[in-house]
Every structure is written in C-alpha cells, then in structure tokens.
C-alpha cells in the first residue's frame, strides 16, 4: 500500500510479509511460493558446504527477486551466533541479519539474556539486527534499548502453527516498542496474520505455515492477503467490543407492529 | 601434511593456504556467497590466497542455504 | 476468484463477502465502501414511508451495482416477517431474501423455531430464503431441510464484533450442511472474517464492523481482503497444530558446533 | 370519509382506492420500489387504481431502506 | 453450603453437582464416585430388559442414597420421548426427568423445537421436567415459558470434555433465565465446572468427565471441589478484568530508592 | 491432602494456596480471610518505618498462624532487591524471599535477566529464593540452574485479574521444571486457580483477587476450594478432549425405535 | 397363539395377559422398578394382571439402566 | 551534628550511633521486626549501640508491612 510505507532500519521495503525458504516440496515451489507472497525480505541460514564439493546456490536465484535476511538458526551461544552472523555477512554481502539464539533445542525457545548480549554486539560490529524473541515486554525495550533495528516476538512454538498464543502480551509490546515489531513464530493461517497486524505488529515473518501447507503457493497468497486485510483493518480503526447486540438495520417504520 | 579440523571433521591436508584448501576439494575460489573462518574469525576472500594453514587450525566452509 | 465458482440458489455470485447498508456516516460513503469491498449482495430493509410524502430511494443507486437482499429486520412473528417478505418482493422485484425473526430484542437473538416454518412457508410462495439463525446444527439442517438456499448462524451478538463466539459450532455447521453457509452477526474485523472461511464458510455478512468503523472504507477493503485470505487458505490446507516446535531451517552443518 | 390504519396510525381519508391514497399523499404511484398491502396481503402495483377501502381496513405503505 | 440454599421445583436440593451413572469401570467404582461428589441428584436411562430375564437393579443401591433423574437419552422423536418419560415414572416413581431429545446422532445436539413441543406436553402430564437443550437464550426461555423446572444448555458436545465453547451465551442465559440454569454435557475437567458455576449456573451435570477419567473418584472430589470453588466464587464478586497492571505492594517507602 | 505432600526447599507446606496480605478493607478481614484461605505461606513486603516513629507490627498477629514470605517488591535494580532481601531477613529471621525484580513499573512485568543474577547471589547468600518470572521455559530453567527453590512464573499482569494468558506456556514450564512452578499474578476467579493446577502447577499465590473481591473472605474460601479442586483433577487425569460426541447412556435397548 | 411385537420383536406367545407374557419369561411380577407400555400407553402394575393381549400389540417391557 | 540521609531524606542528627538514632526517633531499639542497613549493608541488630555514624551516611530503617 503506497500510502503506507513501511521501513526497516530506515530502509523501505514493499511488503509486510517476510517468508522462509525452508522445507518446500522443491524449488520451483518455493519460488512461485515466493512470487505469490509479494514478499520482499526472506530469509535463509547459513550452512557448512558438503565437504565433496560444492555446487550452485539457492542464492542466485533469489537475489535477484529479494532482499535476502541470514539467520542463525540453531545457534545455541553467543559466539557460535556472532561467527554465524559474520560468515553471513561475508557470503551474502549484507548487514541485515535474523539473530536467533536457542536456549532450549525441544521448544525452540529463544535464550533471551544471551541473545540481549549478542544482539549489542552484532549492533557494534554494524549488522542490522532482527532478533528472534519471547513475548516479554521487558526483553523487547532491551533489544531494542541496544540498537536492534526491530523485535520479533513468538507468536508460539516455531512450526507448531499454533498461531498467537498471548495476544495480550503482544498487542502491549506493539503499543511500547520504540521499533518495528515483527511477529515471528507461531503462524499457522491467514487469520493468525491478519490479528497480528491488528493488535499492532508492523509485519509478520512466516515459513512453515506456507512451506507444509497441502499448497503452499495457495498459502503464499493467503498470507498476502491475511497480511493486507489486518493491515488495513488496524489502519481503518475497529468497532468496540460490546457484550450486547446493537441493530444495524433501522428500528422504526417496522411492518405491522 | 597439516592437521586441520575442516568443519567439524579433523584430518590430514597438503594446502598451506585457505585458497590452496578450497582448490584441493574442487570448490571453486571464484564461487560467489562462499565465506571462510579461520580459527573463529573471517578470512575476507581477498585474503584466502594468503592465508596460511598451520596445524591444529580450525576451518569452516560455509554457504547460504534454505531457512526460516 | 475466477477458478473458485460461488453459487447460491444456482446463481453465481462473483464476492463471497456481503454487506450491509445501514449505519453509515452518509451515503457516499456507505457507496464507496461497497465500492471497496467488491460485494455484489447488499442487505435492505423495508420501513414505512414517511407519512409526509416519498422522495426518492436508495435503491435507485444501489441497483445498477449490485444484487439487492431485502431483510425482515425487527420482524418477531411470523405474520409480520411473511408480510414483510411479500412487500420486499413487490417493490424490489426480487425473490431473495434474508429472513430475520427475532425472539429476544435485546440479544437480537433468533427464534428459531418461529423462523424454520416461516422459512417453509416463504420457499412455497417461490423465495430465496437466506435465514439468519443460531449456530446450532440442527437447526441449520432443518433450514436446509425445508428449502432454504443457505444458512446463515451468527457468529456473535448482531452489532458487537465479538466475532465467533464458538467456532466449532461454526466448523461443525460447514462440515454438515447441504447448503452455503454464511457467517452472519458478531463479525468484528478482518480477522473474524477470514477465520470464518477458513472453518469452512462460503460467504461472511458484514454490516456495523465496516459502517461504523472509524474508516468505513478502509474497512470495507480489509473485510474484502479478509475473505479472500480466509478462503485462499482454506482451500490451501493448513498445517495442523503441533504441541511442540518444529524447525524450519535444516539441522545439519551447523557453524562451531 | 373512510375510517382507516395506514401504517399503523387510524386516519379519515377522502380516498376510495389505494391510488387515491397515494395520490392525495403526493407519493407519485409512478414511483419506483414502493409496495403496498391491504389487510395482510399485497396489492399488485396494477391493482392499485381498482382497490377499494373500506372503513376499518389497514394499509401498509413500505419502502425499501438502509438495513443489515 | 446450608446458606446458600439450591431448590428445583421447590425441592432443596443439598448439592450443586448432579452426576450421570453411565461409563464406570464397575458398579463400586460408580458407588464410590458418587460419594466422593456428594451428589444427590443422579441420572439413569430407561431401557428395554435384556429378554433372556430380568436380574436385580442397580435402583436398589442407588435409591436410598440419592434421588433419581431418569432420561430420554437416545430417543429423537418427541413420541418415543413421552412414552419413555411415562414409563421412567412408572418403573422409579418420580416425576423427574431430564427430557433429551436428540436431533442428529453424531453430535447429540438436541432438537429444540420438537424438545418445546414434548416438554410443554410434559408439564401437563405433571412431570418435573429437565431439558437438555443448547445454548440458546431464546431456546431457553420458550423451555421456561412452557413450565420447565430448570434449563440444562450444553457447554460443548456430550461427551467431549471440550468444556464451555460459548462462555457469553451461557452468562447470558444465566443473566435471563427465570428458572434454574444446569449447565450440561461437555464438562472435562474441575475448572470446567467451576467456570460454569461463575457464569452464572446453580448447578452442573458431569457423567463422562467422572466415569471416564483415570480415578472417577478422584475426580468426583475434585467436581465437587470445583462446584463449591465456582460458586463460591460467584457469591463473593470478583475483581474486574483489567487491561494493565495494578500493585497489591505498597508503592511508598521502597528501600533505596 | 495428606496424601499429596507438597515440599519446597525441603520443607512441607500443608497448603498449596499463597496468599498476599496487601489491599484488604482491614486487618481483621484479612486475617479471615487468610483463616479461610487455608494458607500457610503469607506474602510481606518490606517499607521504611514512617519516621514519626514504629507502632506495631502486622508481624505479631501473622508469625504465629503462618510462615512468612517477604517480597522485594518495586525493586528495580539488582542491588536494591538484594539488599531489601537482606533488611527482610534480618527483620523477619526467615531464609524464604520472593524475589520481584521488576523491569516496567506500568506492567510490572519482570527483568529477568536482572532476576536471574539477583537470583544466584541470593542462593549463594543462603536464601531460599523463589522468583517472580515471566512465562519463558527457557528462563525458568535458568532460575532453577542458579539455584530457586521454585519459580513463579506470571499468568498475566499483576493485578489484572485476566487470569491464565498462555496456558501452553504454563503447562511447557509445568512438564520441565526441575522445581516447583508457583502461578502468581492475574489470578481472577477460582476457576483460574482451578485451571493453574490442571496445567500441572504445584501451587498458587494470589492476593488482588482475593484481597480486592466484593467478599474478601468467601473469596479466599474460593480459591481454597479451587486449588484443591484443580490438583485433584490433575491427579485424577482427566479424559481428552474430542472433537465429536460421545454418548454416556447405553446405545441398546431404546424404547420404540 | 398370539402374534406380539416384545421389545421391537415379533414373536408368537401363548400368554394372553401382561401379568402371563412376564411370568412365561420368568419375570417376577413382583420385582420393583420395571414397567411395561402396550402399543405406546403404560399399563400400571396392578392392572397387569388384567392387560390382554392381542394379536398385533406391541409391547414394552423396560428397566432403568446406568445413564447421564 | 552529623549529616545522614535516613530513609532517603538528608537531615542533621546529634546521634553518633545507629542505636541513639533509633531512640532519638522514638523508635524502640528492642522493637522485634525492625532492621536497618548502613550504606548499603544490613547492620545486625547486635551491633546497633556499636555501629557509628559519621556524615554522609546513609541509613535505612525499615519494617515489614502488607505486600503481595
């Protein structure tokens, strides 16, 4: 939506939906999954070659249509992170940069207090950083208190598509942050999307529900257009709740009363 | 020969650089989205071909792939 | 969708999303809101004209745009909601109606048993009987079973925009009626409508969530965008729930570790 | 004069027919999307003209309007 | 709770748990069960004896320690429902009955309308009549109007354990109804029943939830617990939700600061 | 439940209800409640005397009938909590501390990283800690690695009354932690306490909801009956949830069918 | 002979009342909480003895069992 | 006189020790429940008539009270 514009780090990017690129049925899918999201920034992890040789890259054919954004997926301390992100930074030629650091392999969960550590220093060293995080309101002003370019709370576990866990926790992290909110994790459906741009979030970062879904490339658009109408929906202000009915029709004139 | 724990796995190699490394193992030193650490820190690509190996160095070869 | 046909009643009906026409800040609005949100049925009531004379209609403007669907808003018998019907298709010449009966002002509440044998009566004199009920399937199969051309369960309290209220009444409806099923009543945001098609619902009725939204038509296009996302991910098949995490990037050829 | 309920309220009309009615009340029964019952049962926009009132009937004049 | 006295048609009855005696691993295990809930009203169905003779009755234990509720579970036709009820009154000598009667197998929804119908009957015959019915409040109030004692909605689908699907209907029948409110079906677990005792209900009927669990006798206790716990609760007025944080600490007087 | 001992820190509480003492109407209501709560562990704070001298002490009336808990409250740095801890046990000759370490004075939500240092001095000072923490299994194991005697993790912003936000998260923290998992703050109602404790918790500590209740007194009684009602049901192991039906009464034998 | 429906059953009886159909299936007339419909109208216990029954009747014969 | 800051507010006090602090103020030494911390650390209550006050410091004298 031209009319609102949406920037990272002070960088305008054309669409509130950031994608994963892991575990589609192939390639093709994947691009085409691409294609259908709109999306602009999507993200990739840093991998050790097979040791017998080395060939062609995913890369080739997404940099051309994207914004690529390295994680550090599977990172479990701080220094494993901070090498991961520097090698990224050398192979793909940018600062940007999804910082996760797990602190429990089972649940995925993010390691807060490193991550806090890492994600300062990463600020240092010149990376645009994207922070993988709980939905603690508290942990989300230290992120970005030491320059993380936004915050990207769980919505819930990676992959479990349970969608928005704590809605409450995550509406009062949109309404303090000082920096865009992403919310990462957890996202299952169109509808997940779509309440996590209306309670506030300034995008969504989405991969398993799309890549898993029966068609994903369907999913991709689902997504784009969940992401548009909670958007829109947030931008166009909500009625109230009410605990009573409220007529829509007009309550005189009625027919033979 | 030099001992080398080249991501992850130890063994015995004749390069002495980083760039002499990749070329024994067919990668090619031109390759585009490559990157390499020595002992924990990056070796920039303009700096492989002089990059010295010596015994009991750690090596990563790493590359962009699929993620979330 | 072109690939996605929607029928009621045999007719193909090019937006699954309906709106209503009442309550909004002036009728230019109310216009470029159905303008923005691509529906092509639109509710109406029908109310004693003002004894001072006639001037002029509504309808005048809306016909050229769109399908028209006469309520029986108010209605709480019967007898009333017949009459009603009968002058609906008199001066709009059209057989379609949304039959409302109400059992409870208050609730707006459905009366249910009152509203299955009108609905008999009103598919004999040759409607199109759209009946707004509760979300109880049984009923639901009654409607089908006298003739109705969809089923209409609320999702909510009529004008509360508490959304669904019980969404697997709601899933359950879908999965066992013999006839479209539309969300009607308690639809709050673009979430709710696109939750709404992903438990299975061909159509979604929305009224005071885009009238009296702060921006009516930025509403309205959320609520489009909302139904396409919920119907594009329905048919796209999500992922399931999972209890725990499920990584999305690979788990090999980690850096340092 | 004829005793009658139009839309619920008891009125002395002049008028015998329902075109009358609507005449004598400037509604132009040329005009679009009006209807009009008698007693419980619509009259037919062509019926208008011969429809006779009676004292004690009740008529309904409708409109559509904005509704949900 | 002797100040908290509970009538059903003018009868006092000395608890707010009424449990079902279907679905025990035996006979003891049942017997045990009810004590543990201190239940006094208790349900049994009405069925045909087995036709190679007739061999004592579990009657005969239950009688002397509680009162019976015979049902009409499994009948879907109001004159199969009557003559059920007739004969329950003539087999228990008792005019209680909780009146099912079943729309559609699958789901064991009810089917209101003929449920008015063989209720109203009913009443006249002179039974104390009980209906299981949905949670609809107009539903609910045509069941009043036609001289029910009470109004048994469902929480969720018999034997589901999904527990209260539509928490708002059933606060809003509770807030309405002019007769007692037994919330029925559904009921998983002690908080199940103390949430339906805090919305509002004067009592609950746990059959599966009990019968069913790992230790029925455990969980009868903790029924019986989470009836007491809810209503309780109920009679003491609980604090408002509130959408931001409010300190039970003094906020004077911090050391050091 | 004498069959259901319940030890922290090696010690065996009789209750496993927590009860705050601040925010009652007046002392002696708070004392009947407290009786009424069945509790033993008692929540203080610890203030500066008001300089126009010391009158008495709440200490006097509560050591007697219970073991004391004193808080940190408002503490906002490490430093300042640790030294309240201290001043707590030099004026209350107990080892036992809830450690508050708050990062946001508008929702009280914790510092954890703060917390989990505050935490490790305060075990190798020899007290007994137990943390006021946020809902993160990640961060809950880092309490217990520095040794908690049990963690108390939010189940949604103090005071607030909301009740268990993310109870998946709750019930994750439950199935791992090494220590007792306490649920404090957001408790509303007693269903909540109810459902804390099916989730898998070992107690609960409440204060606004009861303290602030219309009936102070049947509230505590409330949350008694709760607690015990939601570990009852928790030892009792409930019966899964199922998406259909499943009839209690026997499917044979029906009259007239 | 008699031509019976018995609990949804057809079968030929030689019992002629209520009170005989139960006995010639050692029923004990006696035994408490049992109740008998024929063809969809309850017979009283004291009127079993004096029930008839004829070809075509349909008869209920039932007990209270466990429910919820 | 010497200058301390007690419970956050500065002021002149003749008393040379935490214990003629606590009497100077009314404040029973022998009063159960009471603890005080001088610059940062608690000073037992044995140590009170020893432990010396000299300018600048700064003292806490707290209780406990109703808490959550």
Same mark, same amino acid.
């Given at each position: 939506m031209s009319d609102d514009p949406f920037l990272i780090a002070?960088?305008?990017?054309?669409?509130?939906?950031?994608?994963?690129t892991a575990g589609y049925p192939n390639q093709q899918v994947m691009l085409d999954s691409l294609e259908a999201s709109g999306a602009e920034l999507v993200t990739m992890s840093i991998r050790r070659i097979s040791l017998d040789g080395y060939s062609g890259s995913l890369v080739d054919v997404?940099?051309?249509?994207?914004?690529?954004?390295?994680?550090?997926?599977?990172?479990? !301390?701080?220094?494993?992170?901070?090498?991961?992100? &520097?090698?990224?930074? &050398?192979?793909? &030629? !940018?600062?940007?940069l999804k910082l996760e650091l797990i602190g429990d392999r089972e649940t995925l969960y993010p390691d807060v207090e490193q991550l806090v550590h890492a994600a300062e220093e990463l600020v240092r060293k010149g990376f645009i950083v994207l922070p993988y995080c709980n939905d603690d309101p508290v942990a989300c002003q230290k992120l970005a208190d030491v320059g993380c370019a936004a915050v990207m709370p769980l919505g819930s576990l990676i992959g479990s598509g349970r969608g928005i866990a704590n809605p409450a926790a995550i509406e009062l992290i949109c309404t303090r942050s000082p920096v865009p909110v992403v919310l990462d994790a957890g996202i299952g459906t169109a509808s997940d999307a779509a309440l996590a741009m209306e309670l506030g979030c300034d995008a969504v970062l989405v991969n398993t529900a799309i890549s898993k879904a029966h068609d994903p490339i369907a999913m991709a658009a689902a997504m784009k257009a969940g992401v548009e109408a909670g958007r829109l929906a947030r931008l166009a202000g909500r009625i109230p709740q009410r605990t009573f009915a409220e007529p829509s029709s007009p309550q005189l004139g009625l027919v033979g009363t | 020969m030099t001992r080398l724990t080249v991501n992850g796995i130890d063994e015995e190699v004749a390069a002495t650089t980083v760039a002499q490394l990749l070329a024994d193992r067919g990668i090619d030193p031109g390759a585009r989205f490559l990157a390499v650490a020595l002992n924990g820190a990056v070796v920039r690509r303009t700096e492989w071909p002089a990059a010295a190996l010596k015994s009991g160095d750690a090596v990563e070869i790493v590359r962009p792939l699929q993620g979330g």
């Open positions: 002070g960088t305008p990017l054309r669409s509130r939906l950031f994608i994963g997404l940099s051309p249509r994207c914004r690529l954004l390295p994680n550090t997926s599977g990172c479990v !301390t701080a220094r494993d992170a901070i090498l991961t992100a &520097e090698l990224a930074r &050398e192979a793909l &030629e !940018t600062d940007w | -």
